[in-house]
């Protein structure tokens, strides 16, 4: 897809770290942005800083979504980029004992089901609206392209730690959903791939101790170093202008392989 300021993204959790590297990436580019996210305060600024739109958006919300995309497709226009970046997790044993007092516990389900609504849920219901408004455009060249829908998915999918039973399950279902979501829009000319991230320094790692991240660091083969998020970034904006890339669930870790712990 040929980029310029004819084209509209959206970008949910654009208010931080992959999702505002990825915005901002965008709107450098001459791509109208609009932000979904939680954040208000820091999403309007953002939009604000890059001339584009902010939603606050919950992505388990069916009117929240919707009440997003009609926002952003009433100041910019039809979105032709979505790149889903919106999600969470937590560290929750199957089943533990408490080192304390011995009393034995097991996962509660509804912490379980929280990270599947976000990650995995979430992300398709953002898909499924933004390709329903997809298809109503004209296609942008003769082989029928429409749009582009980059998922965020993790290195976690296919090597989860322990505590990661419910963010690998969500994570794992992104990337089982990436390629049947781009087998069925298909023949409307919308590609679909995700990204599988491994350690980057994101917010979430950005309070972390320095021995932390030093240990973090060095446990990436080459570059020991934590990813930062305009790497990213730089993979989804590849993924965007290649008009080839298409059904692909792509690792960017360093070559990392994650240890049990």
């Not at 954040?39 to 309007?44: L, S």
């Not at 990813?227 to 990392?256: K, Q, T």
Request: charged share 20%; net charge neutral.
């Amino acid at each position: 897809m040929k980029l310029d300021s004819s084209i509209v993204a959206v970008i949910t959790g654009g208010a931080s770290g992959l999702g505002e590297a990825t915005a901002r990436t965008l709107a450098a580019k001459g791509v109208k942005v609009a932000i979904f996210d939680l954040n208000e305060e820091r999403g309007e600024a953002i939009a604000k800083e890059l001339g584009g739109v902010f939603a606050k958006v919950n992505v388990c919300s069916d009117a929240d979504v919707d009440a997003g995309f009609a926002k952003s497709r009433a100041a910019l226009g039809q979105e032709r980029i979505l790149v889903n970046c919106a999600g969470t997790g937590n560290a929750i044993k199957t089943a533990s004992r408490d080192k304390q007092t011995g009393a034995i516990k097991s996962f509660p389900i509804d912490a379980f089901e929280k990270i599947i609504q976000i990650n995995l849920i979430g992300t398709f219901r953002c898909i499924a609206k933004s390709a329903a408004g997809m298809l109503a455009l004209e296609p942008l060249d003769e082989f029928g392209e429409r749009g582009v829908i980059i998922n965020t998915s993790s290195v976690a999918a296919q090597d989860g730690q322990i505590g990661q039973a419910s963010y690998s399950a969500s994570k794992a279902g992104v990337v089982g959903m990436t390629l049947p979501i781009a087998r069925d829009l298909s023949s409307d000319g919308i590609r679909v791939n995700t990204i599988m991230p491994g350690i980057f320094n994101t917010p979430l790692l950005q309070g972390a101790p320095d021995n932390v991240k030093a240990a973090l660091s060095a446990s990436v083969p080459f570059p020991k170093r934590l990813g930062v998020p305009p790497e990213f970034a730089h993979l989804a904006l590849s993924m965007i202008e290649n008009g080839y890339f298409n059904g692909e669930s792509v690792r960017l870790d360093g070559a990392i392989r994650m240890a049990p712990r």
